[in-house]
C-alpha cells in the first residue's frame, strides 16, 4: 500500500483537476452577473415536498408485493406505493423543435445548465432544437409495443473479469458512457451500442484521459444513437454542427469537427439530447444531493451514468445495470479498463454514494437488476 502522505496527494491533484476543468469547462455562467438576469435554481427548496428517497427509512418490498416477471418498469412502478410517489413518467425525456417556443424559453431560461437554458443565447436554442425536427427526435426508440429489455453498462471495475458481455449483448438495447472502451473486453462488456451517452466535456476528456487504455475513438455503427446531455453552451453548439456537417463555429470546440466523433453519416436520427426538465426531475426526486446545499451547489450534477440509467428507467420495459457502483466498490478499480488497480475517489461533482443507495433501492424494489458480486 501506499503511504497516506502519497494518497492526499493524489486526491489534492485530483480535486485541483476537476476543479481546473470546471472552471474552463463547468456550468455556463454568465461572465459579467451585472449584466445578466438573475438565474434561479431548481434547489431552492420550495421542491421540497417529498421526502428524499432514503435508503433506510424506504419501506421493505414484502415476497407477496414482489411482482415475478412483470415486463414494464411502469407496472411495476405503479404497483409500489412508495417509489410510485417518486417516478413521474410525463415529464419529457428529450428535447427537440416540439420543446421550444416563448413560453418554454420564458420558463427555461430562468434555470442555467443542465437545468435550463439560462445564459445560453436564444438564437443558439432555437436554431439547434429545431434542427431536432420530426416526432422521433422526441422519442429515443420507435417502440415494438413488446417488452424492451435495456442493458445500461457503466465503466465500473466491478465489470473486470465478470464475463456478463453476452449478458449484456442479449438485451435488445446497450446504453454506454464516456470512456465505454469495448476492443479486448468484450467477454466482460460486450461488443454491443445502441447509445451512447455523454457531455461534450466527458467525451473529450475520455478520449484524452482513457486513450492509453483503448478509448481511442467514440463508438460508431449504423444504428447507434448520441444522447446528448445539455450540461452547457457546448453541447448545443456540437449537437448543431453535428447535424449540419460543419465544425463548431463558436466557443471551447471552435473549429472542431464532430465527424470526428460521430462519423460521417450525419443524420438528424442519429442525434438525441436530454430535456432540461428531465434532468431537473432526475436530481430533485432521486439524486438531490446535500451537495446542493453547499458552496459546490454549481459543480454538482448526476453522473452520466446515472443520467442514462434514468433515461433506460423512463424509456424501456425492462433494465439491467451493468458496472454501477455498489456498496462495496472498495474493493473494485475505478474503471473496467484500468490496467492497475486505481481507486475510486469521490468529488463535489457527483454523489456516487447517494447513487449507490438508490440502484441498490431501486434493486430491491424490483424496477431494475443491477449488477452485483463480491
Ligand atoms: C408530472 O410531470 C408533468 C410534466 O412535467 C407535470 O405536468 C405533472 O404535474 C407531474 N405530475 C406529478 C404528480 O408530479
Ligand atoms: C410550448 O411548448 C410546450 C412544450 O412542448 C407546450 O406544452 C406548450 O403548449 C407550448 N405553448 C405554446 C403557446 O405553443
Ligand atoms: C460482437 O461479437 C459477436 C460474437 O461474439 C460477433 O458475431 C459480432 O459481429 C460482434 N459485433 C460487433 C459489432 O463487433
Known amino acids: 500500500m501506499w503511504p497516506r502522505s502519497r494518497w492526499m496527494c493524489l486526491l489534492v491533484a485530483g480535486a485541483v483537476t476537476v476543479t481546473l476543468f470546471t472552471l474552463v469547462y463547468g456550468p455556463y455562467r454568465p461572465r459579467d452577473p451585472r449584466n445578466q438576469p438573475t438565474f434561479k435554481s431548481p ?55 416540439g420543446s421550444f417556443n416563448q413560453s418554454e424559453w420564458q420558463r427555461l431560461h430562468n434555470f442555467i445548465p443542465p437545468y435550463g437554458w439560462g445564459g445560453l443565447p436564444y438564437r443558439v436554442v432555437m436554431n439547434t432544437l429545431r434542427l431536432l425536427a420530426g416526432t422521433s427526435s422526441g422519442r429515443l426508440f420507435e417502440s415494438s409495443g413488446q417488452c424492451v429489455s435495456c442493458a445500461v453498462v457503466g465503466n465500473g471495475g466491478i465489470l473486470r473479469g465478470s464475463k456478463q458481455g453476452k449478458a449484456i449483448d442479449s438485451h435488445q438495447f446497450v446504453f454506454r458512457v464516456n470512456g465505454a472502451v469495448t476492443k479486448g473486453f468484450e467477454e466482460d462488456v460486450g461488443n454491443k451500442t445502441s447509445f451512447y451517452g455523454f457531455t461534450t466535456n466527458t467525451m473529450k476528456n475520455s478520449l484524452q484521459a482513457y486513450h492509453v487504455d483503448g478509448f481511442t475513438a467514440v463508438p460508431q455503427n449504423p444504428s447507434i444513437k448520441y444522447i446528448f446531455i445539455p450540461s452547457h453552451l457546448r453541447d448545443y453548439e456540437m449537437l448543431a454542427a453535428a447535424i449540419q456537417g460543419t465544425a463548431v463555429s463558436t466557443g471551447a470546440d471552435k473549429g472542431d469537427w464532430p465527424s470526428k466523433y460521430f462519423g460521417n453519416k450525419r443524420t438528424v436520427k442519429k442525434m438525441k439530447m436530454l430535456h432540461p426538465d428531465f434532468i431537473t426531475y432526475v436530481t430533485m426526486r432521486f439524486l438531490r444531493s446535500s451537495i446542493l446545499d453547499t458552496s459546490f451547489r454549481d459543480l454538482y450534477m448526476p453522473s452520466t451514468g446515472a443520467l442514462m440509467l434514468l433515461t433506460a428507467l423512463h424509456t424501456c420495459d425492462k433494465v439491467s445495470a451493468f458496472g ?51
Open 43 to 97: 434547489f431552492d427548496g420550495s421542491e421540497r415536498s417529498l421526502p428524499l428517497i432514503h435508503f433506510m427509512t424506504a419501506p421493505r418490498v414484502s415476497a407477496k408485493d414482489k411482482t415475478g416477471d412483470l415486463c414494464s418498469v411502469r407496472q411495476r412502478v405503479e404497483r409500489d406505493g412508495y417509489l410510485k410517489q417518486y417516478f413521474n413518467f410525463s415529464v419529457p425525456v428529450l428535447q427537440w423543435a
Open 324 to 374: 454501477f457502483i455498489t456498496r462495496n466498490y472498495n474493493v473494485f478499480s475505478d474503471h473496467y479498463f484500468d490496467s492497475e488497480m486505481k481507486p475510486l475517489f469521490f468529488f463535489a461533482n457527483h454523489d456516487m454514494v447517494m447513487e449507490s443507495r438508490l440502484w441498490e433501492l431501486l434493486h430491491f424494489h424490483e424496477v431494475l437488476w443491477l449488477y452485483q458480486r463480491m
